[in-house]
T-cell receptor, first 118, second 107 residues
Framework: EVQLEESGGGFVQPGGSLRLSCAAS????????MSWVRQAPGKGLEWVST??????????ADSVKGRFTISRDNSRSTVYLEMHSLRDDDTAVYYC???FGRGASNYWGQGTQVTVSS | EIVMTQSPVTLSVSPGERATLSCRAS??????LAWYQQSPGQAPRLLIY???TRATDIPARFSGSGSGTEFTLTISSLQSEDIAVYYC?????????FGQGTKLEIK
């Protein structure tokens, strides 16, 4: 059974940093790209970042480029999202997702809440 | 960036009736289009990928069609458990992008 468990969310002041983790199990982790998708309160889904199975290449949305970095540790079956210079509009539930084929996400975690506020 | 536009914003359908949701891309995404269902308080669930292929364990009442810039998700006979927000997503070109969602309600 595929499982994705996010952690690392919390409350942070503007300008602060957080590192999200997503621990995966139930599939051959290194064979699949992984993505982060976020959802601000009462809003729709926003794609944030995707990393290939090998770790290179990786892609990010313009809204987070230069502030967020996606990475993975295939030995630990874990994908990370390092977030710096956080802003109020980064407040959201952050979902980790497993990709397959050309890029649809067929498994999702339950999400971790990130709140940026002074 | 490819902009995905969904219509309508809200759709009210009676149980057992057909629901038709639309998604338009600002430029061609070929067949690299997915549909997701998000029930209240839940994570998204993949319904359709490749514009028309049902994901694992998705009921046959869900079907997808289209290619290029125009796509449709059809629920042939609405069930109460289908009440949710539905999102389309293109994965043909970086950055990936989602539509703003269609909220499906019971009439």
């Amino acid at each position: 059974e595929v499982q994705l468990e996010e952690s690392g969310g919390g409350f942070v002041q503007p300008g602060g940093s957080l590192r999200l983790s997503c621990a995966a199990s139930g599939f051959s982790f290194r064979s699949y790209a992984m993505s982060w998708v976020r959802q601000a309160p009462g809003k729709g889904l926003e794609w944030v970042s995707t990393i290939s199975g090998s770790g290179d290449p990786a892609y990010s949305a313009d809204s987070v480029k230069g502030r967020f970095t996606i990475s993975r540790d295939n030995s630990r079956s874990t994908v990370y999202l390092e977030m710096h210079s956080l802003r109020d509009d980064d407040t959201a539930v952050y979902y980790c997702a497993k990709d397959f084929g050309r890029g649809a996400s067929n498994y999702w975690g339950q999400g971790t809440q990130v709140t940026v506020s002074s | 960036e490819i902009v995905m536009t969904q219509s309508p914003v809200t759709l009210s359908v009676s149980p057992g009736e057909r629901a038709t949701l639309s998604c338009r891309a600002s430029q061609s995404v070929s067949a690299s289009l997915a549909w997701y269902q998000q029930s209240p308080g839940q994570a998204p669930r993949l319904l359709i990928y490749g514009a028309s292929t049902r994901a694992t364990d998705i009921p046959a009442r869900f079907s997808g069609s289209g290619s290029g810039t125009e796509f449709t998700l059809t629920i042939s006979s609405l069930q109460s458990e289908d009440i949710a927000v539905y999102y389309c997503q293109q994965y043909n070109t970086w950055p990936r992008s989602f539509g703003q969602g269609t909220k499906l309600e019971i009439k």
